[in-house]
């Protein structure tokens, strides 16, 4: 069943508003392809509807009942059945668009924002579909060269904004397994391995960056802006580092190399708390800003902790080890994961 125009505005507000963690929807442009669906039915893409299933989904399930009554929007069970039907909708429009067999940048985006739904859901305890759904697609994002940072491939040009949605499309597939892996006990994520990819981090430059057409807008200014997708870069850039330490601690590293490791994460640490920790008791903490932070917070935690369980660290002292351990499970605990003993 398709959403009215009502439940659909509805929806992809409260996904921008409290669900868009890795900023993969370019939303001026979004917004333009809805109000054109809407008042003719053309879409440009045959998994554009996908993303807009997709997003619809994830909003709604974001709105709790407060926010569900003030909009006129169901609450409850039936906000969850609603919004599951879109999702399984979404599902669908990839499926009916063979989207395995002819693969695009817009239905990888499909499945990272159906993939925070899966990884989230239930308290985490799908994060093993997420895992399989997004193996499903990664041979398909190898194929339109996904893996291959844009300015490097000569025979397909690409405005500014067509290689950064590019960019986070691809890491915010990577960053998802890897996460997904992770809080699941795995320390290995073949995608972040040095051989797999040559695709640069996204910028930090946020949407109003760029012109509907693509191109830089050349009277945005900097220090008006968001700084949301450098907060989406710290999130991708932990997430390799974490796994540079995941293998580390199983070679009988140096203490040298542990030092290293260990340095980079504590000026990741003060960085973050200096300019992106949210104030506590406001109307931030249930925003993807706040969401981000959290994550931030929870791999910080992580790959303290795993780089201090090597036998060979010399960079702790046991009662700091002992709060990093506390503060991992505290953050994860955040999430509901169910971190194994290996962590």
């Known amino acids: 069943m398709m959403p009215t125009q009502h439940q659909a505005a509805t929806s992809i507000a409260s996904f921008f508003e409290r669900s868009d963690i890795f900023h993969v929807v370019f939303r001026p442009r979004f917004d333009a392809q809805c109000l054109e669906f809407w008042e003719t039915g053309a879409y440009p893409d045959p998994h554009w509807l996908a993303t807009y299933l997709a997003v619809m989904g994830v909003g709604l399930l974001a709105m709790d009942d407060e926010a569900s009554t003030s909009c006129l929007m169901p609450t409850g069970d039936g906000r969850d059945l609603l919004a599951r039907s879109w999702l399984e909708n979404s599902l669908q429009a990839l499926t009916l668009g063979d989207f395995l067999k002819h693969p695009s940048v817009e239905s990888v985006r499909a499945v990272v924002i159906l993939n ?186 992580l790959a303290f902790v795993r780089l201090h369980r090597s036998p060979t660290s010399q960079t702790t002292s046991t009662s700091d080890l002992a709060w990093h351990r506390a503060l991992c499970r505290q953050h994860c605990g955040d999430f509901n994961f169910r971190l194994s003993d290996s962590t």
């Open 116 to 301: 925070q739904f899966w990884a989230t859901w239930e308290a985490g305890h799908h994060l093993q579909s997420a895992i399989s759904f997004n193996t499903s697609v990664i041979a398909a994002a190898y194929d339109i060269q996904l893996h291959l940072d844009p300015d490097g491939l000569s025979s397909q040009p690409f405005t500014p904004l067509g290689a950064e949605e590019r960019r986070r499309v691809w890491w915010a597939m990577v960053t998802v397994d890897s996460l997904a892996r992770t809080f699941l006990g795995k320390t290995y994520s073949p995608l972040l391995e040095p051989c797999a990819t040559s695709t640069r981090l996204p910028s930090h430059l946020p949407d109003e960056a760029f012109t509907s057409s693509g191109d830089f807008d050349f009277s945005f200014n900097p220090s008006s802006g968001s700084r949301s997708m450098a907060l989406v870069n710290t999130i991708h850039s932990l997430t390799l580092l974490h796994h540079k330490i995941s293998h580390l601690v199983l070679s009988s590293p140096s203490s040298d190399q542990i030092m290293r490791h260990h340095e980079e994460l504590q000026v990741i640490d003060v960085e973050h708390h200096s300019s992106y920790l949210p104030e506590k008791n406001t109307s931030e903490d249930f925003s993807p800003r706040s969401t981000m932070s959290s994550i931030v917070r929870a791999l910080l935690s």
